[in-house]
């Protein structure tokens, strides 16, 4: 392709589609752990650095996070409702969880690495991604050095989270992540399409954060407890999903200068190595009290993105509803805290 044609969207998407799919294929052939999500994750990172012309894929992204969203909501079942006061202990310590991360984060970034106070307080935050660039925006952060850190925050998490669960834990994985499309029934197959449609689209509207993977989760769990789904989505739609939330992680380092890669990345990095000592420290206390399995625990603490961390849960077999509980309450307490966050420090700089 020429350069003209590369600037072409659809042009640099095929590109992208081609990478991608050359790195399943390469991890796959390897026999490396989950191919279809570090294959392109791998792919399009280092065509990314290497500044090549790289793009995500916009609408079909968010629609693949659907899937996961569907995922989530068949697996709440009234056996899970049933289990939700022993889960409500191990929550109550998401709220601990995030204040010691703001109480390290925030100073840790402005005084170690030197960045303005609305930077240092939403690269310090493990919201989803999108959203702390927005509110940090607003709040008169970097938008570049948000979505610089929160990129590398996910994508360390997403590549080390699976060795841990291995080595610590003896997690495989290799549990079954769903019954291919050719074996589960019709309706059930075309409820799951109407619930992803309609609860991401629906969650728009009514302004829902998230609505790609929350609305989706919430219509489904509604059939899911009124009985009519009994099935995850086929492991043909989870394979699609990881495919482009590896995708997406690696593009979004394209375009990154030296001075990126040396001051904001390597601050992500370094902060991603406290982040897992506090995620540790939390994990070794609930598993202690008896509130959580080790693997669901630490998935649950893991400050990763919302639709990474319920990959890893399916592929390890945990337990879907514990570990989405959890980033539920994490992300939900982070967003509500950003207006407020931002009020305070737009007080601070006028005062």
Known sequence: MNNSLLQIPSARRFLTLAIAGFGAGLFWMLSLPLPFLFGPMAACLIAALAHLPV??????????????????????TPDLLRELPQIALSVALVPVFITLI????????????????????????????QDMVVFGAEAGANPRTLSLIHATRVLLIVTLAPAFLTFAYGAELTNPIGAPAVELPLQELAL??????????????????????????????????????HYRPPAEAILAAQFFIGCGIGVHFLGITWGELTRVVLAGVAYVLLLAVLAAAFTAFVTMLGLGHP???FLAFAPGGQAEMTVLAIVTGADLGFVITHHLTRIVLVIVGAPVAAALIARRRLD
């Open 192 to 229: 799951m399409v109407a619930a992803a449609l309609i609860g991401w689209k629906g969650g728009e509207r009514l302004g829902l954060f998230g609505a790609s993977i929350l609305g989706p989760m919430i219509v489904t769990a509604s059939l899911s407890l009124a009985g009519f789904i």
């Open 295 to 297: 693997v669901e625990a």
């Open 55 to 76: 793009k995500g894929f916009g609408q079909v992204s968010v629609a693949a996070r659907t899937i996961l969203g569907v995922a989530v909501g068949a697996s709440i």
């Open 102 to 129: 703001g109480m390290v984060g925030v100073p840790f970034f402005r005084r170690v690495w030197g960045f303005d106070a609305p930077t240092a307080y939403y690269a310090a935050m493990p919201g989803g991604l």
